[in-house]
């Protein structure tokens, strides 16, 4: 732990750097944003990074102009706001009676028929909601917020579509309202038919977006850890991500300061198109750099929404099961918090899975949860299941202003992370452990009751517990540092992808929510398929496609760990 370097961490240069961002309104792709770029890059600049800004094809969409009427039983406007990248309506919109489908999700529209219907559901409209509605043949939607109507973005295609995907692209025009204004909504569905007409018109088209990233090298590695955050926001997005920009800012002029400490090196990453465009930024990055990430990128850290006034939930962090341990440690010197396992969520510019880094943290302090249902929502979305309930009740409105932080919450955020990089940058040997990677594998394959047998998923679940074992019994503490990065980065490669990635190492999964070994996600379904039926054998060759492999690489794993048990220290890798 280095104490010093977090007594170093400056509060007033992490409020001037909040408020030098967050004066700008910074949608993606516009001149105000590029502004706020400007300004990282002359910080970044002066404290001697190599900085580049590279610019990437994006398509981006905000709303623009909506209106929501009621037609029958009564007139009336009800004001609403629209959505990043719904799609706009013609200048008569669209006219539908109104269908109540609860949640939204895809269990609620079971026994409804909503075809030519515009739906009415509760809470944020997040990617789920939005493809549930278009595949149950609905002409609009219409979200039930809080107080408050917040922005989203409702694609569920992460970064720029692809053949295969641009079709699931929002087709279904959607818009949001108060939460005041969805109980008379409701009410007057409890009477009778509701007819109504609305109205979007979006902005939605391809435009250029940037990318900054600003290198330190390190003294005795060519290898690289990755810290990240979004400019681009909602509003003035103060808290998100202002905030995340000042604290990146901070720990890369603190470790700038002591760059001949470092053994590997700090690469820092200012994307847009998150907000606008479903981490697009991150996603190109990803694609275009693929080759430097897979070979250099030892581990991602993402920073997003730090330092808010109540904001004091920090022991529910986001991390990797590999990762947890590390942070744990890091939580407890630096805040005392006791940090419980919360697996990171398919969100927060999470684009570096399929190359097999390991990440650690996102969003970082929460406040705690309340019973409204937008609390709930970000919960969801946040893969939160404790005391964290999101990240206030300005967030992604218009109040999302420098109001919202408490320098010392943003001084406290900023110590961790920058305990955080310090310990990643300097420490001979990587920090992670597999061992724990190997046993979530092993609870989520004995997880499918229905399909153990069927698919011989119990040997696979042994396979993994075999390597938790092993990598357990093998004594790294006195073989040569390097020799057990390789071992750690080479794991990395084999058990990242499997456990967190549908497609692979070279695409990207939707943004939906994700569980451990996600290819296995449509694995109880095969238990309530007709054994007959066509459907039954189409799933089931893809779910033994996805059990090889998941074999594949648990048994390049365990090679992997026995040759390095075996063998006398060596820099190269096996895998």
Request: charged fraction near 25%; proline fraction near 4%.
């Amino acid at each position: 732990m280095n104490s010093s370097l977090r007594e170093a961490v400056s509060q007033s240069e992490l409020m001037r750097h909040t408020e030098a961002v967050g004066q700008w309104v910074r949608l993606s792709g516009t001149p105000d944003e590029r502004k706020a770029f400007e300004y990282i890059r002359e910080q970044l600049e002066g404290f001697g990074f190599s900085v580049s800004i590279y610019e990437s094809d994006a398509l981006i969409g905000y709303p623009r102009e909506s209106r929501l009427e009621m037609l029958e039983p009564e007139s009336l406007v009800i004001h609403s706001n629209g959505y990043s990248l719904s799609p706009g309506t013609a200048d008569e919109g669209v006219v539908g009676e109104l269908a109540y489908v609860g949640s939204g999700l895809r269990g609620s529209y079971e026994g409804l028929d909503v075809r030519g219907k515009i739906v009415v559901s509760d809470g944020l409209a997040m990617p789920e909601k939005a493809l549930s509605a278009q595949r149950a043949g609905a002409i609009g939607q219409v979200h039930i917020n809080d107080n408050h109507i917040h922005e989203m973005c409702i694609s569920p295609v992460w970064g720029t579509p692809v053949p295969e995907t641009a079709e699931l692209l929002p087709t279904v025009p959607a818009v949001s309202v108060t939460q005041e204004d969805g109980r008379k909504i409701k009410a007057a569905m409890d009477n009778g038919a509701v007819r109504v007409r609305l109205f979007t018109q979006p902005y939605r088209q391809w435009c250029k977006i940037p990318t900054l990233i600003a290198d330190l090298p390190g003294t005795e590695e060519d290898r690289f850890v990755l810290f990240s955050g979004h400019v681009d926001s909602w509003h003035y997005g103060v808290m998100d991500n202002g905030t995340a920009n000042a604290t990146q800012l901070e720990v890369g002029r603190l470790l700038a300061e002591r760059a001949g400490e470092l053994r590997r090196g700090v690469r820092l990453a200012f994307w847009s198109g998150h907000s606008h465009g479903r981490y697009a930024g991150s996603a190109w990055y990803a694609d275009e750099f693929w080759q430097d990430l897979h070979d250099r990128c030892v581990c991602h850290v993402n920073v997003d929404s730090v330092g808010a006034i109540g904001a004091n939930v920090l022991e529910e962090v986001p991390t990797m099961a590999e990762t947890y341990s590390f942070a744990r440690d890091v939580l407890h010197e630096t805040v005392g918090v006791d940090l419980t396992y919360r697996r990171i969520s398919r969100s927060s510019d999470q684009s570096f899975w399929g190359h097999g880094i390991p990440s650690v943290f996102c969003t970082f302090s929460e406040q705690l949860i309340d019973a409204t249902p937008t609390a709930k929502a970000q919960a969801q979305l946040l893969g939160a299941s404790g005391r964290g309930g999101g990240l206030g009740w300005w967030w992604h409105t218009t109040e999302d202003l420098l109001d919202k932080i408490d320098p010392e919450n943003l001084k406290r955020d900023a110590e961790v992370y920058a305990e955080t990089l310090w310990q990643l940058t300097t420490e001979a040997r990587l920090p992670f452990d597999f061992a724990n990677a190997a046993d979530e594998i092993a609870e989520t394959l004995t997880m499918h009751h229905a399909a153990v047998e069927a698919l011989g998923l119990a040997r696979i679940a042994e396979l993994a517990r075999e390597l938790a074992t092993t990598l357990r019994a093998t004594s790294l503490d006195d073989r040569d540092p390097e020799s057990v990065n390789h071992l750690q980065i080479d794991l990395s490669r084999l058990l990242v992808p499997v456990n967190y990635t549908r497609n692979g190492p070279f695409d990207q999964d939707l943004a939906l929510s994700t569980r451990s070994l996600p290819g296995f996600s449509e694995v109880e379904t095969l238990a309530n398929l007709d054994p007959s039926q066509d459907d039954y054998y189409f799933l089931k060759t893809k779910l033994v496609r996805e059990k090889n492999r998941v074999e594949h690489s648990l048994r390049a794993a365990l090679r992997r760990v026995e040759v390095f048990a075996g063998s006398p220290d060596t820099a190269a890798s096996q895998a």
